[in-house]
């Protein structure tokens, strides 16, 4: 019985340091999830820097290595989670999932399989899960959260789009090339540029161009609206609920209601 309560309290005791050290204000929290966000984001640009080679011992390894740190991170997240039915319905949430199953299973999958690589392109959803993070921890980005998420929403589709075109369109013998071609289809496909030099052949190919040039050039219109006009403040209004208001705002536009919007400089 002394046993159990034991390991109760150290269980309780460890949950409430995991809280602190995710959800915390204090200054070893808030280093805690800058060394998160540097993770995350230099695993994203490592999976668009190694899309174009072959996988190797060493890659496959590091891989591993990465997909039992990100499964980690997932299960301290779900263990401190307020709802966790709402977590795991998060879109980032099932992509990390998938992300980390590719990166796990892949030692053992002794072929060259195009849907891992579309898989680890999975790891571009989790920028929203950084967005997060940087929405809590970064008044430049709560200054400029719209002309931010704006560029994320281009930047995922852009390089996720492109890890299919090289895994579904072309030859992976070509490597680096290979990938930058793939990466220049999508972009004056995406811009409706079309210089022709590289075009679809099959059907499918044509089709996947058309969702290119459709969602691409709404992601793009979207980026340039957002800044082009006036940055706005993400700050819930207690009466109405409106949600983005002026940096300056000192009453909802809404409502009338005071607003007590954080800035540079309150305590």
């Known amino acids: 019985m002394w046993l159990r ?17 995710y959800t915390g204000a204090e200054p070893r929290s808030r280093r805690f999830r800058f060394g998160l966000i540097l993770f995350d984001a230099i695993t994203i640009l490592l999976f668009i820097a190694i899309a174009p080679f072959s996988p190797d011992p060493n890659m496959e390894a590091i891989g591993f290595v990465l997909g039992l740190i990100i499964l980690l991170d997932f299960l301290a997240r779900y263990w401190i989670a307020e709802d966790r039915g709402v977590m795991l319905r998060k879109i980032y949430t099932i992509a ?7 990166l796990l299973i892949s030692p053992f999958i002794h072929a060259n399989l195009a849907f891992l690589r579309i898989l680890r392109g999975l790891r571009l959803i989790h920028s929203y899960h950084l967005m997060r993070d940087l929405r809590q921890s970064s008044p430049f980005f709560q200054r400029h959260e719209d002309a931010l998420l704006a560029a994320v929403n281009l930047f995922v589709f852009v390089f996720f789009t492109t890890s299919v075109v090289f895994a579904l369109f072309v030859d992976k013998t070509t ?4 990938y930058v071609n793939a ?10 540029t079309g210089y022709g030099d590289i075009t679809p052949t099959t059907t499918f190919g ?3 161009s058309v969702f290119i040039m459709v969602v691409g050039v709404a992601l793009f219109v979207q980026l340039a609206r ?5 940055s706005k403040v993400t700050h819930v209004c207690r009466d109405c609920g409106l949600t983005k208001h002026d ?11 005071v ?6 400089g309150m305590m």
């Open 226 to 230: 957002a800044i082009v006009q006036p």
């Open 183 to 192: 990466l220049y289809f999508t972009v004056t496909t995406l811009t409706t």
């Open 5 to 21: 309560l034991h390991d109760q309290t150290m269980a309780s005791s460890f949950k409430c340091t995991l809280t602190e050290l």
């Open 175 to 178: 490597g680096v090339e290979g």
């Open 96 to 102: 990390d999932l998938v992300v980390v199953a590719s």
């Open 206 to 208: 044509k089709l996947f």
């Open 247 to 257: 940096l300056d705002a000192v009453h909802c536009k809404h409502c009338g209601v």
């Open 259 to 264: 607003l007590h919007i954080r800035t540079e």
